[in-house]
């Protein structure tokens, strides 16, 4: 059974940071694109970042040079470091894991308050 569950989240002031981390179970992890998305209220859920098997990365144009998406290939989890948070970024965020199949974490709420 495929799992993945999020921590990290929480309330943070404008300009703060938050690590989240995403621990996965029940995939082989390494062949996994791993991603984080966010959704906030009454919008859709959009990209933040990608990390491929190799470590290759992709970001959202809004977070780039203030997010980082890191992979531990031995451990399953994967981080999203987030830097000079606004209050715009107050979403849901939610772990994706992809290879043949899809999945999705349960999600762990951000607030950015100003």
């Known amino acids: 059974q495929v799992q993945l569950v999020e921590s990290g989240g929480g309330l943070v002031q404008l300009g703060g940071s938050l690590r989240l981390s995403c621990a996965a179970s029940?995939?082989?992890?390494?062949?996994?694109?791993m991603g984080w998305y966010r959704q906030a209220p009454g919008k859709q859920r959009d990209m933040v970042a990608l990390?491929?098997?190799?470590?290759?990365?992709k970001y959202a144009d809004s977070v780039k040079g203030r997010v980082t998406i890191s992979r531990d290939n031995a451990k399953n989890p994967v981080y999203l470091q987030m830097n000079s948070l606004k209050p715009e970024e107050t979403a849901v965020y939610s772990c994706?894991?992809?290879?043949?199949?899809?999945?999705w974490g349960q999600g762990t709420q951000v607030t950015v308050s100003s």
């Open positions: 994706n894991a992809q290879w043949f199949d899809t999945n």
């Open positions: 029940g995939i082989s992890f390494v062949r996994y694109t």
């Open positions: 990390i491929t098997s190799d470590r290759n990365t």
